[in-house]
Nanobody, 124 residues
Framework: VQLQAFGGGLVQAGGSLRLACAAS????????MGWFRQAPGKEREFVAA????????IYADSAKGRFTISRVNAKNTVYLQMNSLEPEDTGVYYC??????????????????WGQGTLVTVSS
C-alpha cells in the first residue's frame, strides 16, 4: 500500500483544515488508519486513529473535541477534520496504515506504511 496525504497549509489560530489521505490499495478496509504529527524539534506523536471498519476511533488528548477522523473505504480515503486550530498544532502531519491490533493503534511503531506528510502551520 502507498499513502498520499494532502490538505495542509497555513491557517490562523481558531481556523480549520481538512486533511485527506489516499491509499493506493485494493481495499483500505484491511487497515487501521492513523494520523500522527511531528513538530520541529519534537518526536512524532499520535493524533487519531480509526478502525478498519470505521466503527471505532481514538484520539490524543490534545485532539479530543477539536479533531475528527473519518474514512470512506469505498474511496480508500481517510480524513482528519481539524477545528479550533492552535499554534501548538503546527507540524508535519502523516497518515499511516496498520494491519495489527486495534488496541495498539495509538503506537507509531505498530504502523507498517507511512505517507509523505503534509505541513500544517497555524499562526497566532
Amino acid at each position: 500500500v502507498q499513502l498520499q496525504a494532502f490538505g495542509g497549509g497555513l491557517v490562523q489560530a481558531g481556523g480549520s483544515l481538512r486533511l485527506a489521505c489516499a491509499a493506493s490499495v485494493y481495499s483500505a478496509a484491511n487497515y487501521n488508519m492513523g494520523w500522527f504529527r511531528q513538530a520541529p524539534g519534537k518526536e512524532r506523536e499520535f493524533v487519531a486513529a480509526i478502525r478498519r471498519s470505521g466503527s471505532a476511533t481514538i484520539y490524543a488528548d490534545s485532539a479530543k473535541g477539536r479533531f475528527t477522523i473519518s474514512r470512506v473505504n469505498a474511496k480508500n480515503t481517510v480524513y482528519l477534520q481539524m477545528n479550533s486550530l492552535e499554534p501548538e498544532d503546527t507540524g508535519v502531519y502523516y497518515c499511516a496504515a496498520d494491519q495489527g491490533l486495534w488496541n495498539r493503534a495509538h503506537l507509531p511503531n505498530e504502523y507498517e506504511t507511512w505517507g509523505q506528510g503534509t505541513l500544517v502551520t497555524v499562526s497566532s
